[in-house]
């Protein structure tokens, strides 16, 4: 029996594209017949422009003949750009024809359900596809349930497949020899939060959570945080992000950002090298990570998502916020180093100690450092009114965040696409823009090699202060009489006058 798989495929970086590989590893070792046709150059056996409608009528025309065809379904796969209702219809349409034609499965990885619920012609559409199709599979019971919300009854015959089945380990299972290929200090203790840096992935909050561990437990000196990936994209806000996840991890000495794109031995190294595995996603269809940990046996502090719960080995430890990720990331350090602690408990219906209801450090019994602890929350409340992200604010504080820093997460200039969901606007925005483009391509580059060029500017003026301010001359100067830095707090009780004499302000 020969199968065509339809995926993006490697050397590509994406998450189906490694899942994919191991898929094909995996059945050409029980011995069956796979090719793979990818919609980009890969090492793929065929190549076919897919993201459109032409694209999979002719697959329909041209590979029909194969036994069984899998696609991997994702948006990006299926849809391309096609934002268009009429556009999208006709892409479920060719996959209708490609049903009928032969065997279809559809390995649903990720599916616009918003899309699904917005339009009753394209949900109908959908609804033919899946009930023509051989077989339709999801990786969690959440993915069925909310396949089912998004196109009806019709796929409640989905089959729950497990994520891990194709997956195997690439490196030996030794922490030590892992730690020391990758420089790990051998004595501390190693959480790894892995994959490519986006907002959805939230590792940020991994970071703010380590630091409210650290801060509650002091015993917990020698604990790291290294966060491994890269932006799978150019896109400006995943730019943004990286640059705010720069500045968040400087600000804390417990915690490493490994910005670069890793093989795919490099990234079993890393869970092999763990003692355990956060991730602290904000959303998630189903997680790969999660497999690998499994394939190592590494424990799994996670975020308490509908799929991952599904997906989730027995004794991951499933949180809902910041505070309870600094919980779990103290429990479960306590239980790998052997650490007695009576006063926390994990347990799903327990209830919660006063440290975990208050997080306050009931440690400290002076009124001072209650009164400190009062001090901080407030401060974090008022910066949170006012929209500002308390975590970034301290890392610009405690590291010192460059100017430049407010430059690169500008990003490249991203021109809109040339779509529409109003019929025959896309076709008319991309006539437009072949028609201004003699105009719009200089006015873009300058533009770009204006932010290039200050960028440079101010990282050069910064270096040159930091180097004026690192001189003899300058550090052997009397600073004491420099004025002191004016508190908010001073200036809402009006407690900071006119700085010549002294006096109240009357003009505030």
């Known amino acids: 029996m020969t199968t065509l798989i339809v995926t993006p495929f490697a050397p590509y970086r994406d998450g189906i594209a490694t899942y994919a590989s191991q898929e094909l590893a995996y059945r050409r070792q029980r011995g069956e017949h796979v090719e793979v046709l990818s919609p980009l150059p890969s090492a793929a056996h065929h190549h076919l422009p897919l993201g459109a409608a032409p694209g999979w009528a002719q697959l329909a025309s041209q590979y029909g003949h194969y036994e069984r065809i899998i696609v991997h379904f994702a948006p990006g796969l299926i849809f391309g750009q096609c934002r268009a209702p009429a556009e999208r219809l006709a892409v479920w349409s060719a996959l209708a024809v490609l049903a009928r034609r032969c065997a279809l499965e559809l390995r649903i990885h990720e599916i616009d359900t918003d899309g699904l619920a917005s339009n009753q012609l394209e949900r109908r559409a959908a609804g033919v596809v899946f009930r023509w199709a051989d077989r339709v599979t999801v990786h969690t019971r959440a993915e069925r349930d909310a396949l089912v919300d998004a196109v009806g009854s019709v796929a409640e015959g989905a089959e729950v497949i497990d994520h891990g089945q194709y997956f195997a380990p690439r490196v030996a299972d030794d922490k030590h020899a892992a730690r020391r290929e990758l420089g790990l200090d051998s004595a501390s203790f190693h959480f790894v939060s892995i994959g490519f840096l986006q907002r959805h992935k939230g590792f940020d909050r991994a970071v703010e959570a380590l630091t409210q561990a650290l ?246 003026l910064e270096t040159e202060i930091a180097e004026r301010l690192d001189s003899p001359e300058i550090s052997s100067m009397n600073l004491e009489t420099a004025s002191a830095p004016v508190r908010v707090s001073e200036v809402r009780a009006g407690a900071v006058g006119n700085p010549s004499t002294n006096e109240p302000n009357d003009n505030a």
């Open 215 to 460: 801060r509650s437990n002091a015993a917990m000196s020698k604990v790291a945080l290294h966060i491994v990936g890269s932006a799978r994209i150019d896109h400006p806000d995943i730019a943004r992000y990286v640059v705010e996840l720069r500045a968040l991890c400087r600000a804390h000495p417990s915690v490493t950002l490994h910005e670069r794109f890793v093989s795919d031995d490099e990234f079993d190294l890393w869970i092999a090298a763990s003692d355990a595995v956060v991730l602290p996603y904000r959303e998630i269809w189903s997680s790969g990570v999660v497999e690998r940990a499994r394939l190592y046996g590494r424990p799994i502090v996670a975020s308490d998502l509908p799929q991952l719960r599904d997906q989730a080995p027995i004794g991951t430890i499933l949180c809902n916020d910041t505070a309870a990720f600094a919980v779990a990331l103290e429990k479960v350090w306590s239980t790998e180093v052997g650490v007695v602690d009576l006063e926390r408990d994990l347990v799903e219906d327990a209830p919660p100690s006063p440290v975990e209801r208050t997080g306050w450090n009931v440690a400290s019994v002076e009124r001072s450092a209650i009164e400190s602890q009062i001090g901080e929350r407030a401060r974090r409340f008022d910066l949170e009114l006012s929209g500002l992200d308390p975590a970034l604010v301290d890392a610009q504080q405690a590291a010192g965040r460059r100017a430049v820093d407010s430059l690169l997460a500008l990003g490249h200039l991203d021109r809109p696409p040339a779509t529409s969901a109003r019929p025959g606007v896309a076709s008319t925005k991309k006539a437009i823009r072949r028609a201004t483009d003699w105009q719009v391509e200089p006015l873009a580059k300058h533009i770009e090699a204006l932010q290039r060029a200050t960028v440079e500017a101010v990282a050069a």
